[in-house]
């Protein structure tokens, strides 16, 4: 898969649990961080489109765990967009181990937009990224 | 459906996020909360069950947000559990708002048991709960 | 002492750090949760009072470790309110072990409330409380 | 005040509460993600410590709130080491903003070694850090 987008960061020991290991629910932190990171990169901020009217919302996730971080592990979140349906946009998202590249965690997370509180296409996702060279391919 | 179990609990105002609402990945720190009291009811402890040499573990979870849980909002988690295939176990949980009994959130979250490293048939869940008239039913 | 009013909560898993114990940081949000449903029950809430254009702000908190909550452990968060000075509110907060009535936490939370950006008497706190027979004494 | 160490940060989104800044207890998971990579970068990692028979402990925090980040900064925290009378030593740490450096937050915390559950003599963090040209002067 071809990503958009990558994000370095680093586990710090309170995200970890008593196992000894990141909590599960900490990388959708990790996930959401890359998310908003990789939008402002494009002015496709959360709190401006909501001044312009435009609320974004994420409606499923799905986060398949391959293996666990542990303190002091470096990572790299990478991502792309793509579109399903008219309305629905999909984040593909991976977190890879730094030390040796191994996939961690493998998520799709499915957004749409709203204005006025029905949904609408996301044409200002698929616009401005295109300007930037980037694709938002049509899953199936 | 029909569940196993429920708890009853209320947002705290640090779990809600910038717009207002319960960040995204709260939810699974409730639903985490939820399936540990159940599995503690029935003496089914992670940490009890590591010292016998059986490790539980979470490999793939999907959660529909329907709707948002706000500051002061009491809530409902509800849970049952089911087979999949020969090893992995499914907890299928939703939390229903207390005040209307409205859909929040519907999750599975699947997992296995492995000892010595190697996945294991969850028959120490499945017996358990028989014993206490929970019939863990086989997902096609 | 004499304390105002207390909650009973109950520690959760993800809320234990590497050491198998509760992480120092979520004592905070214990200590921030038992304030907002101490005011919320006098109708102190924060939100409202930012209607009527006061804001709350904690200025210094100070936090003695006496020992460690555990997974499973319930704890009670007990508090009264006194004043500093003239515009100063302190929260003397302590959160001890349900097993055995053992101290935990003793907390002091300094804050001010804020019309205008300026400092105000905290007079609304003074006469709510007094209202329902809880003085807030003053400190030397 | 000299600082023996820095690290450079950015808040995350998930990071602020219903208010719009960093929630009041985040701080202290940015304190003590720095105190940590300030250790480990000289061996003083406390899992290592654990090995030798030597836990630390945190027995005091004290944190002024002066100012408070928001979605998007960066801020730098800083902090050296003391020690009080014959076994505590102290972290004195404080948070600015990075793009006025402003102070945000000034806090110390307070620690002490065990060995066999008695406190002993911080003499390792001593030698240490005296081997490294700092050193950990004596608080009145």
Redesign the interface.
């Known amino acids: 898969m071809e990503y958009f987008y990558e994000i370095e960061m680093e586990v ?3 995200e ?3 196992q ?1 290991i990141v ?4 990388y ?2 990790y996930l ?2 890359a998310r ?1 990171q990789f939008l ?1 990169k494009y002015g496709l901020n959360f ?1 401006q489109l909501h001044n312009d009217g435009i609320d974004g ?9 391959k293996d666990s971080l542990r ?2 592990d470096r990572f790299v979140v990478r991502l792309n967009m793509t579109k399903k349906g008219n309305v629905r946009f999909v984040f593909n998202q991976a977190i890879f181990r730094k030390s040796d590249d191994k996939l961690m965690i493998q998520a799709k997370v499915f957004g749409v937009l709203t204005q006025n509180r029905r949904p609408i296409a996301p044409t200002v996702f698929d616009e401005t990224l295109k300007a930037h060279g980037l694709v938002m391919q049509q899953e199936k």
Do not use: F
């Open positions: 710090r020991d309170y970890c649990d008593l000894g909590n599960n629910s900490v959708q932190n959401e961080h908003h402002d709190a919302v994420v409606t499923r996730i799905e986060i398949d765990y303190p002091g």
